[in-house]
């Protein structure tokens, strides 16, 4: 091509024009027949390498002539129309239009491009199979130049599209250095629609195909585009694509180191349908811009984005919002873009991945806070057909933004959004996920961001037999931000995301498992000082139907750890207001609340455990077993352990077959590495437990509280309150109820912690084996006081075989050793079985010895005590006072303990303590037995009114002795001190005395 010199634009039309493409010739011309394509139309020409070029202005038609009379016939075709700006038209012979070479003449489809102006606006129409054979580029200046040499083409950078209404493809990009805004193509896009700095994407899947306005033969590179400082990325809004395109990017904002940076590109107003052999469009908004002086600029938003997938493809579907730019030393950096109002619905599989991603906060470089990651909120993403596979389907919020001097940025949430899947997600050869979760928080000095909440979402896994979830499911708030390693005392790093107002419905069997937890707190792991964040918490509803390979969790968050400094650890999260129904089947299902985290530094305190409150499960037939958990709490160093997570309003029924059993646990108590006290136990209380069904094993315990080290108490046992078992089946293998047991006692102070208590137990069990158990006081150090065993103080209603034991005081050293805890205010209207046992709690040991607890206050219809069994405390069973505390060997009797007001059918043995069968001695005797209502006493096995023993070879005198041991006892006795025995009921039919024995 020879170089032409630089033309005068023509002069202003003063009317619109019609220009005529010619269908015999490879000529443009005008209405009276005189070449079009001229001066700078021909520069254009020449430099693309197309057959002819026209420039055409608001109000121009180029028609496409087909007998060359330069007249609008009837049937001829209306190809372009200008409604705004002006353009340069390419057209090129590329073939006869039915597949054959070129003819030397143009048809429909041999439009090759269009160069145009801001502010751009036509209708352009080239058939449902008919194609602009090239791209449409902002790349005509204010004087209708073609901005392009022979090696480049500069878009530019301010020029925007207000609107094209295309019929048929386009078989290339769509570029303005502005905005794209207004369009509708009924056809493929085969490019890009770009704005700005988007037009030079380089990333795999975003680079655009070459930019030709000749069908091809020659290509234009794109000149680097640099938008003004400060200026604001070019968005894209108000688009409809009835069959795809490669990508839709927005441009980033513009830099600015003197001054305000711009916002990245937004994308907004967009609906897209993409059917068998269309492209797959990611959408990617624009960063924000970078500033050396003040703010990083937002990232740009996606909105109302609706995109309809009809076919199978191999590509990835990808909606992500723009990041937010760097801060400066003293700016903050820009918040992550969002994504709101977005749909996505696909009938097709996809063989790569469907991800929908915020934008990540921007790093501030000083002591401005990291930008927020964006939301997304809003979005619906429904994946049908059971036939169907998505192998990857993720949902994230964007990270929070990093600051090196201040706060962490927080992470982005997930709002109001829903999953609906039929379809089978991942693959059997497991290399597809199924992620929904909020942004991680940023790191920061002063604070770590908060992670990202999942606030009112829902998702449904819903399919018929071939739907599956091949993969783990996964839904997560984001975790909270870490600390830097500068961080001092005050700082705290971020909390994690919470998950609230949650909807889970599974009709799919989920192989992998569905998980839901809440975001952990960050960690102070790098600090000097510092706080770990606390873990998020969890509110939800889940609902099930037929998953029987499926494991359930639902978890809060665990609190984050602070391993150095005199940092404390997070509070773990909690669970509240949860409602978990599975009318079906499950594998097993686990409820967690988040464990406080710990602190091994100098000085720190470990965290809470997390609580359950207000949590209602129902349950079909589960496979393995249910077990619901309240937090541990977080270990101390310095400072105490955290308290254990306790466990209220929890309301449980199971109405089939639990194959595994139930686990109600709260959560232990921290310990304590050096100084500090031992963190109490979780109790639970105010819940209940009903199974209608056939549960194989029930196991309520409250946690144990946290042990001391070097100085300090042991943290108290839980305990158990207000608390109704409702067994309305069968619950086939021996269940308990334990309360838990006091930590011991470090150093000075050094005190044991109280055993955990039982009170107000409502029992309806007659098809169960029960243990009741109060918990063990914690052990002293030095001279300090033993911990009091726990008490069982009121238990009412039926039982068919239960026994009921205190806790033993804890033991001292050198001081004074724990009471025992009593069993009173026992009343049970019905009794399948019997009763095994009554067992208050010994005293500890120490200088000054604990008093035994006593038995009181107790009504059982029925026996207490195995009348078919030897005897012994876990055999025959019977009422056993406390056993007093020794000093060094020495039991010291008289504080055993007592029993009375005791009513009962027949009772098999009453003693202090639970010695073997072989080795009772007057220490065993109870310190007073009063106002006692049976129809027998002692259990006389063999009915010979003789006290029976297993007699030992030798030199052994008949019968049996106190303190013998080469004698076992087998009959039950009643032992107790001298003078302390008052009356004995009324014995009609049997030796009233024969095996009660006073010392």
């Not at 102006?117 to 058939?127: H, L, M």
């Not at 992998?512 to 102070?524: E, N, Q």
């Not at 100085?711 to 067994?727: D, E, H, V, Y």
């Not at 019997?834 to 059982?860: D, E, H, K």
């Amino acid at each position: 091509m020879s170089p032409h010199p630089r033309v005068e634009t023509l002069e202003a039309r003063i009317a619109p024009a019609l220009f005529f493409l010619s269908g015999m010739s490879k000529q443009v011309f005008d209405a009276a027949g005189v070449s079009a394509n001229v001066q700078v139309a021909q520069v254009a020409q020449e430099l693309a390498q197309s057959d002819i070029a026209v420039l055409l202005k608001r109000g121009d038609s180029l028609i496409l002539d087909a007998n060359n009379n330069h007249a609008l016939d009837p049937g001829e075709t209306f190809l372009i129309t200008v409604l705004g700006g002006r353009g340069i038209v390419f057209a090129t012979d590329l073939g006869d239009g039915l597949g054959g070479a070129a003819d030397s003449k143009f048809e429909s489809n041999e439009l090759t491009g269009l160069a145009v102006s801001g502010d751009f606006q036509a209708r352009i129409s080239v058939g449902v199979n008919g194609s602009i054979n090239g791209s449409i580029v902002t790349a005509l200046d204010s004087t209708n130049t073609f901005t392009a040499t022979a090696t480049a083409l500069t878009v530019q950078p301010t020029a925007d599209i207000t609107g094209l209404d295309i019929d048929g493809a386009v078989t290339g990009n769509i570029f303005a250095g502005g905005s794209i805004s207004h369009v509708t193509i009924t056809g493929i896009v085969s490019g890009n629609l770009a704005t700005g700095t988007a037009v030079n994407a380089n990333a795999a899947h975003t680079i655009a195909p070459s930019v030709s306005f000749n069908g091809g033969g020659k290509t234009f590179p794109i000149a680097a585009f640099t938008p003004a400082a400060g200026a604001q990325g070019g968005s894209i809004s108000d688009v409809r694509l009835d069959h795809g395109a490669k990508n839709i990017l927005a441009g980033s904002g513009g830099d600015n180191h003197v001054g305000a940076p711009g916002r990245g590109g937004s994308i907004s107003r967009v609906a897209i349908t993409i059917g068998s052999g269309d492209p797959v469009a990611w959408f990617r908004a624009g960063d924000g811009g970078k500033s050396n002086i003040a703010a990083g600029a937002r990232g740009g938003n996606l909105t109302d984005i609706a995109v309809r997938l009809t076919a199978d493809t191999t590509d990835g579907l990808l909606l992500e919002a723009g990041a937010g730019g760097r801060g400066s030393l003293a700016g903050a950096g820009g918040p992550g873009g969002a994504i709101m109002d977005a749909t996505v619905v696909t009938s097709g599989s996809i063989d790569v991945s469907l991800l929908l991603i915020g934008g990540a906060g921007g790093k501030a470089e000083g002591t401005g806070a990291g930008g927020a990651g964006g939301a997304i909120t809003d979005a619906a993403v429904h994946v049908l057909g059971a036939s169907e596979i998505v192998k990857k389907l993720a949902i994230t919020g964007g990270a929070g933004g990093e600051s090196v001097l201040g706060a962490g940025g927080a992470g982005g949430g997930i709002g109001s959004t829903e999953v609906f899947t039929e379809a089978v997600i991942g693959d059997v050869a497991a290399t597809g996920t199924f992620d929904i979760g909020g942004g991680t928080g940023g790191k920061g000095k002063t604070r770590g961001g908060t992670g990202g909440a999942i606030i009112d979402g829902s998702v449904f896994l819903r399919g018929d037999v071939k739907a599956q979830v091949l993969q783990p499911v996964l839904i997560h708030g984001g975790l909270g931000g870490a600390l830097a390693a500068a961080a001092t005392a005050k700082s705290i790093a971020g909390k994690g995301g919470a998950i609230t107002g949650f909807v889970l419905g599974h009709f799919a069997d989920v192989t992998a498992g569905i998980t839901l937890a809440a975001g952990d707190g960050g960690s102070a792991a790098l600090a000097s000082a510092g706080r770990g964040g606390a873990g998020g918490a969890l509110s939800a509803s889940i609902t099930g139907f037929g998953a029987a390979s499926t494991d359930l969790i639902a978890k809060a968050g665990a609190g984050g750890a602070a391993p150095s400094g005199a940092g404390n650890g997070g509070a773990g999260g909690s669970i509240a207001g949860t409602t978990i129904t599975e009318a079906g089947s499950l594998k097993s299902l686990t409820v967690q609340a988040g464990p406080g985290g710990s602190a091994s530094g100098a000085g720190g305190a470990g965290g809470a455990g997390g609580a359950i409150k207000t949590l209602r499960i129902t349950t079909g037939d589960v496979s393995g077993g249910v077990k619901v958990q309240a937090g541990a709490g977080g270990g101390g160093s310095g400072l105490a352990g955290g308290a254990g997570g306790a466990i209220s309003a929890f309301v449980f029924q199971n109405v089939g077959n639990l194959a595994g059993g139930i686990q109600l646990l709260g959560g232990a108590g921290g310990a304590v590495s050096s100084a500090g006290a031992g963190g109490a136990g979780g109790g639970i209380s105010n819940s209940t437990i009903t199974n209608a069904g056939i549960a194989k094993s029930l196991l309520v315990a409250s946690g144990a509280g946290g042990n001391a080290a070097t100085s300090g108490a042991g943290g108290a046992g839980g305990g158990i309150a207000r608390f109704t078992l409702n067994n309305l089946a069968t619950i086939s293998d021996p269940s308990s109820i334990t309360a838990g047991a006091g930590g011991n006692g470090g150093g000075s102070p050094g005190v044991g912690g109280a055993g955990g208590k039982i009170s107000t137990l409502t029992l309806h069990a007659l098809d169960s084996t029960l243990a009741i158990t109060a918990g063990a006081g914690g052990a002293a150090a030095s001279s300090s006081r033993g911990g009091a065993g726990g008490a069982i103080d009121g238990v009412s209603g039926a039982v068919d075989l239960a026994s009921f034991t205190a806790g033993n005081g804890g033991n001292s050293g050198n001081g004074s050793g724990g009471t025992g805890g009593g069993v009173r205010n026992i009343d049970l209207d019905a009794v399948g079985t019997f009763v095994r046992a009554l067992i208050a709690g010994n005293g500890g040991n120490g200088t000054t010895p604990g008093a035994g607890g006593s038995v009181s206050n107790v009504s059982v219809a029925g026996d207490i005590g195995d009348f078919t069994q030897n005897f012994g405390a876990t055999a025959m069973g019977g009422v056993f006072a406390g056993q007093a505390g020794k000093v060094g060997t020495v039991v010291a009797a008289t504080k055993n303990g007592t029993i009375s007001t005791i009513t009962a059918t027949r009772i098999a043995a009453m003693i202090a303590g639970t010695p073997a069968a072989n080795l009772l001695t007057i220490d065993n005797a109870v310190r007073k037995i009063s106002k006692i209502t049976a129809d027998l006493l002692g259990a006389d096995l063999d009915g010979d009114g003789v006290v029976d023993v297993t007699e030992a070879a030798g030199n052994n005198p008949p019968g049996y002795t106190l303190g013998n041991s080469l004698d076992t006892l087998l009959d039950g006795i009643v032992l107790v001190r001298s003078g302390g025995l008052g009356k004995l009921p009324t014995l009609p039919n049997v030796l009233s005395r024969f095996n009660v024995v006073e010392v």
